[in-house]
């Protein structure tokens, strides 16, 4: 049962308490530290300095200088200060008592006192004198002594009876850290446990700050609390678990990551390596052809140009003597030399010939021209010697003459070279002007589509019917066939009526239906029927009796005709 009111019996005195302070009633215990479970060691008040939070009175504020009377603030009412931790990035929060309160962590610094005794107790000094190395510690007391502490520990009737160990003893032992001692009572030790604070306390404690608060001694709540804690522990452990098998699966899926990307590089490489050789090769091929080109088009200018020469040669020797028999011969010499020199003049003025260059310097590149596959790669780029004729190009479709107002009219402009051969590509200037015959200034908008195969898809919207005039112009010069005339009739007329292949189907076998194609029946029928009179033999429109479904209604009733099923037209 939990002690509520005194303390136990079996509770030492306070006065027969033993105590670790030294007669200078100096306390050396551990300092406040974070002590980390990965060996490291932070001193709060660097990580404080670091932040420029400074400490005075146990109390924590920032700045240097010491505040004012004005700027005190109650304990609820000053900001909570926090610490990064510096292994988990975890924030502290400083309690109130400032670096001091905090809770130090036994265990780190038993394991700190265990590094330094396994190095030969380098940095380890007297617990109470403060000044010389220590050699022996007294299991008792648990304080770690010099040899002058030592003897003097010894000679004190209360200690003499003390274990003592020599430092190098303890290199084996896993535990040697100090008796914890109370922050608020340092004479006293922490053996009871406050159940309505649950804090461990000492024995000045609990008749004061704590008094009529229930206790009993940590050995006898261990169970409890200890109990709660593992179970803690257990609902923790799966998520440990669950995290590292987490954390597996990522390392495996970075592993994977990595060698995909690394698979995925060498794709990269392979293919960016095929294409550039397959893109050398391709730029080879067309510098091999823009040469050949060159050689062609030279050696059918060294020709022409060789021809031209002696013809000229011929000419010049003709018209020369030609002119030296007029001038200095006699009536005799001309008339007998006539027939010689009209033969030869007549001969040369017979020879055909271009006054123009047989080739011309239209060579052009086309970058996005497909040029096929090359290492069973796609490439692109092209080289065109074509000129474009206007003079050859067609243009096609069925919109050219006809149109109908507020709908889209289209043809198409076929470029041809020189040869009467297509172009084969695209990118030529293609000018188009659609005008209305009577309103010259009011043009009608155009769109031309290259399809870059060497054929152009041209269309346009009138908005009134009437003729209009259309200008389709390469390089300034008109196409053939160009300008020409487009006779635009008012938008189409849908058909009021049905397209079926009788009356006598369409209408369900009223009698009183008609159709437009005159066709009866025997029985009193005023419409069509399959084999009777009148009936074309296929299906038609019942308001005009034209026989393509996709027509222009050809009825001219009048706006008050029935155009029901039963009478669609006025016959």
């Known amino acids: 049962m939990p002690l509520t009111h005194s303390l136990p019996r079996s509770f030492p005195p306070r006065k027969t308490q033993p105590s670790t302070r030294p007669a200078s009633g100096r306390y050396f215990g551990p300092s406040p530290l974070l002590l980390s479970g990965r060996g490291k060691m932070w001193n709060f008040q660097s990580l404080l300095d670091a932040s420029g939070v400074t400490l005075e009175g146990g109390g924590a504020r920032r700045g240097e200088g010491r505040p004012s009377r004005t700027e005190l603030k109650p304990r609820s009412l000053q900001p909570q200060i926090g610490i990064l931790c510096p292994v988990c990035d975890a924030q502290v929060d400083l309690p109130m008592g400032g670096v001091k309160a905090l809770t130090i962590d036994h265990l780190a610094v038993n394991d700190v006192m265990l590094e330094s005794l396994r190095g030969e107790g380098q940095g380890l000094v007297c617990d109470l004198c403060n000044d010389r190395e220590v050699e022996k510690r007294c299991q008792t007391c648990k304080a770690n002594l010099c040899h002058f502490c030592c003897q003097a520990h010894r000679r004190q009737k209360k200690t003499t009876y003390h274990t003592m160990v020599d430092l190098k003893d303890l290199k084996a032992y896993s535990r040697i850290g100090k008796p914890i001692l109370c922050p608020a009572h340092p004479a006293e030790e922490l053996r009871l446990f406050c159940e309505l604070c649950d804090q461990p306390v000492c024995r000045d404690c609990v008749v004061g700050e704590h008094r009529e608060h229930p206790y009993d001694f940590t050995s006898n709540v261990i169970h409890k609390h200890g ?3 593992r179970e ?7 998520h440990v678990e669950a995290l590292e098998e987490a954390l597996a699966q ?5 592993s994977a990551l990595q060698e995909r990307v690394e698979a995925v590089a060498a794709d990269v490489r392979t293919f960016s390596e095929g294409y550039i050789k397959a893109i050398e090769e391709h730029r080879d091929k067309l ?4 040469e050949d080109i060159r050689v062609q088009k030279e050696n059918s200018l060294q020709l022409q140009k060789a021809q031209l020469e002696q013809l000229l040669a011929d000419m010049r020797t003709g018209v020369e003597f030609t002119q030296h028999l ?3 011969g006699s009536d005799l010499e001309i008339l007998i030399t006539k027939g ?19 080739v011309n310097n239209k060579i052009c590149f086309f970058p996005q021209g497909k040029a096929g596959l090359c290492r069973g790669y796609e490439v692109y780029g092209t080289i065109n010697t074509k000129e474009v004729d206007p003079t050859k190009c067609v243009l096609q479709g069925e919109d050219l003459h006809r149109a109908r107002e507020k709908q889209p009219a289209t043809f198409t402009l076929l470029c041809k070279d020189a040869a009467g051969d297509s172009m084969g590509r695209g990118g030529d200037n293609i000018q188009v002007a659609v005008v209305p015959k009577d309103k010259k200034d009011s043009p009608v908008r155009t769109m031309v589509h290259d399809n870059k195969d060497g054929t152009y898809y041209i269309s346009y919207t009138p908005k009134e019917a009437g003729v209009y005039t259309v200008w ?3 390089k300034e010069q008109h196409v053939q066939g160009s300008p020409f005339t487009v006779t635009v009739r008012k938008r189409h007329r849908p058909h009021p009526g049905v397209f079926h292949c009788c009356t006598l189907c369409s209408s369900g076998g009223q009698k009183t239906a008609h159709c437009a194609c005159g066709g009866t029946m025997p029985g009193g029928y005023l419409g069509c029927g399959h084999g009777h009179k009148g009936h074309p033999g296929r299906p038609h429109w019942s308001c005009c009796g034209k026989f393509t479904e996709k027509s222009e209604c050809m009825w001219t009733g009048g706006q008050g005709a029935p155009r029901s099923l039963l009478r669609t037209v006025a016959l």
């Open 227 to 229: 109990d709660s804690v």
């Open 232 to 238: 803690l522990l257990k609902d923790t452990q799966p």
């Open 250 to 254: 990522i390392k495996g899926t970075n």
């Open 287 to 290: 510098l091999k052809q823009l």
């Open 326 to 328: 007029l001038t200095s």
């Open 340 to 358: 010689v020199v009209v033969e030869r003049l007549t001969k040369l003025n017979q020879v055909e010939y271009s006054v123009h260059p047989g």
């Open 472 to 474: 389709v112009c390469i």
